[in-house]
């Protein structure tokens, strides 16, 4: 049974390669899945348990009063994305816990729905709101989202079961009840389309692409209320198709476009395409995070305008950063251009994989990039905040990010490589195997090995061939100036931002090589974006770099106060940032990163913070600053961090 991934589109310049096609060996992604598996599903699992949101659905199997019903309105969908993460790891790794809980769950979902398909713990029982009274906030569609996109993934991993058909009845009663005779009207969180779109291409049926169009074609109509942070909060102030940016609310407006391009594509609608495509660039280009991270405002967990992009007022969402990564994935799909390739690789290494504590045992929901003070640790046997205290929380009141997490790291393979009519293209730079099947049911597979992004050499070994011509691509970051392509030992050189390709009859053994620096690098921001202007960033390949208040101790020979306060220093940008060791057994990986750093100015604490003349710097010699992968802060307890650090003047 071929496997195919979460995103399965029927046309575009690439097709993605499924769960059966790539499996993830080993290095930085595969450690990720392995963590996945082994802490982070166990504990989403034991927590929401804890939290009774799973006994909301067995209280309505049972056909329970409503009173007692706990978790906010949507924490059913936080099932519904651990059953789609379960679906994918009993694909990868053929765990029986896995199975065991889809049909568990499976049944206890079959045995809650109403005849007509309707399943929700929140609406329609005595003493509850009415279904369908709350579309603004109620969330009912955006947690069918979530079940059917679980369903879908059992529907490629295995095939019918409860589960699959408790899906294919919710998408029917979605279908009555918000047809084209039903009712106008969409749900207040986007979600809905693009898993609709899914199940279209997993069982054929068009009425779910029909009804995914509707819902997309009704946005900007103003059907919603208004919110108190205006209608684009609920993405229905402006027609999909006449947005200029993405605005609002960071995870609605990510959804949406990742639905409308799913739509797209399977009605060949490509002036809709184009529109999302368009919204996607002046995102990029104006509103997006170094670390690829989304959403400038916690009020409305929303998009600010064009370069505000605060450090320390970053909501950047890990659910934002998930979307986002859908949405690139898919226009990566359509287009077959690696820029979108590669904002997903950033957003992988330093949102997705940042989001997550060492031990998969705490997560952020918010992803700063300045953290001012040293918060508390949080209680670890409550329920969170979603305001960011500076280190991983256990479990959040809204835990829409451990769960999402758990669905894309588990489904990771289905983004790591893709194949056209030519041959196979690595996007994801990572160990794995991959075996497919290109045009005419040739057999070809290749092994992929690589310590990528600690070093930029990247190792293909042919595993399996027919003998006739077929292309290998790697894809080469934008960043990666003097990269070069080994063919039989033979050097070619490989453009930066673009894939490096070779075409021949391949035989089993032979091997690729495609080699690029890795060193680290500073990178200035846009001086439009304020907050950030006269500072400077330390990026080293994918990874963004950061400085932690418990690096910021003396040194060894140091005297009393040689200490640099991360409130006030400055760094020196004539040399390059440098290569260090990092410490044994720590928790970012095997690379550390020096740059020459000084204190920038008094930290008296005065009067008034301001003054006539500009405050004098010491006159001292730079010395080494410590900087670790930002995807690796807050795990050596509470600390002040940041990113951007203040560029030495002369």
């Not at 293909?460 to 011509?469: F, H, K, L, S, Y």
Request: aromatic content about 8%; charged content about 20%; hydrophobic content about 45%.
């Amino acid at each position: 049974m071929t496997m195919v991934g979460p995103t399965n589109p029927s046309r575009g310049a690439r097709r993605p390669l499924g769960l059966s096609e790539v499996r993830l060996t080993d290095g930085f992604w595969a450690e990720r899945q392995r963590l996945t598996a082994e802490a982070v599903l166990p504990h989403a699992t034991r927590w929401i348990e804890r939290a009774g949101w799973v006994d909301n659905v067995r209280v309505l199997a049972a056909r329970g009063p409503a009173a007692g019903r706990k978790g906010r309105e949507f924490s059913d969908s936080e099932i519904y994305k651990l059953l789609e993460a379960y679906s994918w790891e009993a694909a990868r790794s053929g765990s029986a816990a896995a199975h065991g809980v889809i049909a568990d769950w499976g049944a206890m979902l079959a045995a809650a729905q109403a005849p007509d398909g309707y399943l929700n713990t929140n609406f329609g029982r005595p003493g509850q709101a009415a279904r369908y009274t709350d579309l603004e906030w109620g969330h009912e569609l955006y947690c069918y989202g979530h079940m059917i996109q679980a369903g879908v993934a059992r529907l490629r991993t295995h095939g019918a079961d409860d589960l699959t058909q408790v899906v294919c009845r919710v998408a029917d009663h979605i279908c009555n009840e918000f047809g084209a005779t039903g009712r106008n009207a969409v749900c207040g969180h986007p979600e809905v389309e693009a898993a609709l779109v899914e199940l279209y291409r997993a069982t054929g049926h068009e009425r779910y692409l029909a009804q995914a169009r509707l819902f997309v074609d009704r946005r900007g109509a103003g059907l919603l209320g208004l919110a108190p942070f205006g209608r684009e909060y609920f993405c229905d102030h402006v027609p999909v198709r006449r947005a200029r940016v993405f605005e609002g609310h960071a995870v609605r407006a990510l959804y949406l476009a990742a639905g409308a391009v799913d739509v797209a594509i399977e009605t060949g609608d490509d002036a809709l395409l184009a529109a999302v495509i368009a919204q996607w660039e002046r995102t990029i280009a104006a509103r997006t995070y170094l670390t690829g991270g989304m959403g400038a405002r916690h009020e409305g967990e929303q998009f600010g305008d064009d370069f505000e992009l605060p450090p320390d007022g970053a909501y950047a969402e890990t659910c934002a950063g998930i979307a986002s990564v859908m949405l690139a994935w898919r226009l990566l799909l359509a287009t077959g251009e690696p820029r979108y390739a590669e904002l997903a690789e950033r957003t992988l290494y330093n949102v997705i994989a940042g989001a997550i504590a060492a031990d998969g045992h705490g997560f952020f929901y918010v992803n700063l990039l300045q953290q001012r003070v040293a918060g508390p640790p949080p209680d670890p046997d409550a329920l969170s905040a979603r305001a960011a205290t500076g280190l991983r929380a256990p479990w959040f009141e809204v835990s829409c990010c451990p769960t999402n997490l758990s669905r894309i790291l588990a489904s990771l393979g289905g983004y790591t490589a893709t194949a056209d009519d030519h041959g196979v293209r690595l996007e994801l730079l990572t160990g794995a195997e991959i075996r497919t099947e290109l045009r005419g049911g040739r057999r070809v597979g290749l092994r992929v090995a690589t310590d990528y992004p600690w070093t930029g050499r990247v190792r293909v070994q042919i595993t399996e061939t027919d003998g006739a011509p077929w292309q290998l691509a790697l894809r080469v970051p934008s960043w990666a100036t003097g990269a070069r392509l080994l063919v039989d030992g033979q050097p070619r050189a490989a453009a930066a931002g673009q894939y490096a390709q070779a075409e021949q009859a391949w035989r089993a053994g032979d091997e690729v090589i495609l080699e690029f620096p890795v060193a680290p690098r500073w990178t200035f921001p846009d001086p439009r974006i304020d907050a950030v202007r006269g500072t400077v960033a330390v990026e080293r390949g994918p990874v963004v770099y950061c400085v932690e208040s418990v690096d910021l101790d003396a040194g060894p020979g140091a005297g009393p106060g040689a200490a640099i306060d991360l409130a006030r220093l400055a760094v020196d940008t004539a040399a390059p940032p440098a290569d260090a060791p990092a410490s044994p057994g720590a928790a970012f990986g095997p690379q550390a990163v020096t740059v020459p750093a000084v204190p920038a100015a008094s930290g008296d604490l005065r009067d008034w913070p301001y003054a006539l003349d500009r405050p004098a710097a010491p006159a001292t010699a730079p010395r080494p600053l410590r900087l670790v992968p930002f995807y690796a802060r807050a795990n050596r307890g509470p600390a002040t961090m940041r990113v951007f650090l203040p560029e030495r003047k002369p």
